[in-house]
Each structure stands twice: as C-alpha cells, then as structure tokens.
C-alpha cells in the first residue's frame, strides 16, 4: 500500500490548511498513519499519528492544539488539519503507514512525494 500526500501551499501566518494522504488500497485496521515533516536543512521529524482502527491519536509537542490528525476509513484518506499555522511550520510533508507506532523517520523504508507547505510570516 502507498500512501500520497497532497494539499500543501503557500499560507500567511495564523492561517489555516488541511492536508490530505490517500492510500492506494484499504488499510488494515491495525495500520497506523504518521505524518512527518521536513523543513529546509533540517532532519524529518514526527508530526502527528493516528490508528486507522480506534482512531486514537499522538501529536508532537510542537503542534499540539494546533494540528488535527483524522481519518475517513471509506476514503482510505487520512488529514491532518494544521491550523494558526507559524513560518516555523514550513517543511515538505509526508504521510506513512507502520504495522505499529514509530516515531523515528529511519524505521521507514519508503517515502512518496510530500507537499509542500510555506508560512509567511
């Protein structure tokens, strides 16, 4: 299964965006979507995980209360809902799918495309 994230753009400080990851085939209920940021000269981090099947939900502290991960089983599309948005939250995005919650980046062996999101302060 791959996952493709898509939805990122150029965004004014404080404003809202909503990213979207689609999954090429129907994801176990066991699987769990991450997303992942990488901004320029800086290492990919964890941004936000979800379960695909209970739905529970794991936030970095850099944007908790901020960021919203969900997803829609029938779309096999997961979001994640970033709101007052800082110029620090620049960075490609990608969304990922493990068989259990991983945090590192270097637990994954493939990567798509990501979107690119930029904040203007």
């Known amino acids: 299964v791959q996952l493709q994230a898509s939805g990122g753009g150029l965004v004014q400080a404080g404003d809202s965006l909503t990213l979207s990851c689609a999954a090429s085939?129907?994801?176990?209920?066991?699987?769990?979507v991450h997303w992942f940021r990488q901004a320029p000269g800086k290492d990919r981090e964890f941004v936000a995980a979800i379960r695909w099947g209970t739905s529970g939900t794991y936030y970095a502290d850099s944007v908790k209360g901020r960021f919203t991960i969900s997803r829609d089983t029938a779309k096999n599309t997961a979001y994640l809902q970033m709101n007052n948005l800082k110029p620090e939250d620049t960075a490609v995005y990608y969304c990922?799918?493990?068989?259990?919650?991983?945090?590192?980046?270097?637990?994954?062996?493939?990567w798509g495309q990501g979107t690119l999101v930029t904040v203007s302060s």
């Open positions: 085939a129907r994801l176990f209920s066991s699987s769990v």
């Open positions: 990922a799918r493990a068989s259990e919650l991983a945090f590192a980046p270097a637990h994954y062996k493939y």
